[in-house]
């Protein structure tokens, strides 16, 4: 657990400087909130209008999700490692019912056995390094049949060896002949580092850690982008990409998104 450790203190640190950016960076990009979007609409599709009383969102950050995850849980609680990111959400959902905060470790999650009956990671067990423990722990305290969903995280299959590189590359050109092209400098270089994930190693992982894989599969993120046309076919962009080129070539796009249960 040492490399966990470390870690930990390394995120603390940077999230408790960087809170009140935090938004600015990483919420409020009109790109990031397409993103943001559809990977709810794609849970919800998912769960199929399954009863959910409580869920957890596991790395909650400011909250980005876990007020929207209000639309299928009855309660959401937000657990973060940073106190100085979870002052940010408390203050911002304050008048929001049924939206809790908890400072805590994703390797020592502070609730009792079979509590939860979902628990969302939404593009953060990137930051965790602790994958094993990690889904031990939430296996704990998911009820029997609880639903765990991964949301968004690194593919290390990612490279230029694979269709999907290329796809990014040419959003890129696209975007760039048309003029629209402008980065939002924001986003560059602001966090520290991450994992990126195998995905038959993280299969694995779950799969000893008790779960049951319903659906594992590859997106890929598109340039962050402001531009009113490229947003207006960001969404269509990525529904075409989980019908088609998700099943061409598994696996292989920059993101990945899990679906599983527990046994």
Same mark, same amino acid.
Request: proline residues 3%; aromatic residues 10%.
């Given at each position: 657990m040492t490399d966990y450790k470390e870690n930990l203190e390394i995120q603390q640190n940077y999230y408790n400087?960087?809170?009140?950016?935090?938004?600015?960076?990483?919420?409020?990009?009109? $790109?990031?909130?397409?993103?943001?979007?559809? %990977? *709810? #609409?794609?849970?919800?599709?998912?769960?199929?209008?399954?009863?959910?009383? &409580?869920?957890?969102?596991?790395?909650?950050?400011?909250?980005?999700?876990?007020?929207?995850?209000?639309?299928?849980?009855?309660?959401?609680?937000?657990?973060?490692?940073?106190?100085?990111?979870?002052?940010?959400? $408390?203050?911002?959902?304050?008048?929001?019912? %049924? *939206? #809790?905060?908890?400072?805590?470790?994703?390797?020592?999650?502070?609730?009792? &056995?079979?509590?939860?009956?979902?628990?969302?990671?939404?593009?953060a067990l990137h930051h965790f390094f602790a994958l094993p423990q990690v889904c031990k722990e939430i296996n704990r305290v998911l009820k029997p049949g609880g639903v765990f969903a991964i949301l968004g995280e690194p593919n290390k299959n990612y490279n230029k060896y694979n269709f999907f590189w290329y796809t990014f590359i040419a959003y890129r050109i696209w975007v760039k002949i048309i003029g629209i092209f402008k980065r939002n400098k924001l986003s560059e270089d602001i966090e520290p580092d991450a994992e990126n994930f195998d995905p038959k190693i993280l299969k694995k992982t779950l799969v000893e850690n008790k779960f049951m894989i319903d659906e594992l599969y590859s997106y890929d993120y598109g340039p962050r982008l402001n531009n009113k046309i490229w947003l207006k076919n960001y969404n269509r962009i990525l529904v075409w990409e989980h019908k088609i080129l998700a099943k061409l070539f598994p696996l292989q796009g920059s993101a990945l998104q899990i679906f599983c249960r527990k046994k």
């Open positions: 400087n960087t809170a009140e950016q935090y938004d600015n960076w990483h919420v409020n990009i009109p $790109s990031a909130l397409v993103v943001n979007n559809w %990977n *709810l #609409k794609n849970l919800k599709s998912y769960l199929d209008h399954k009863s959910i009383k &409580n869920c957890l969102d596991l790395g909650c950050g400011t909250g980005r999700l876990s007020k929207d995850l209000l639309t299928i849980s009855s309660e959401v609680y937000g657990l973060d490692a940073s106190e100085e990111i979870l002052k940010v959400a $408390s203050k911002k959902y304050s008048q929001t019912p %049924n *939206l #809790k905060w908890f400072l805590g470790e994703v390797t020592n999650i502070p609730f009792s &056995n079979d509590f939860f009956d979902l628990v969302v990671v939404n593009g």
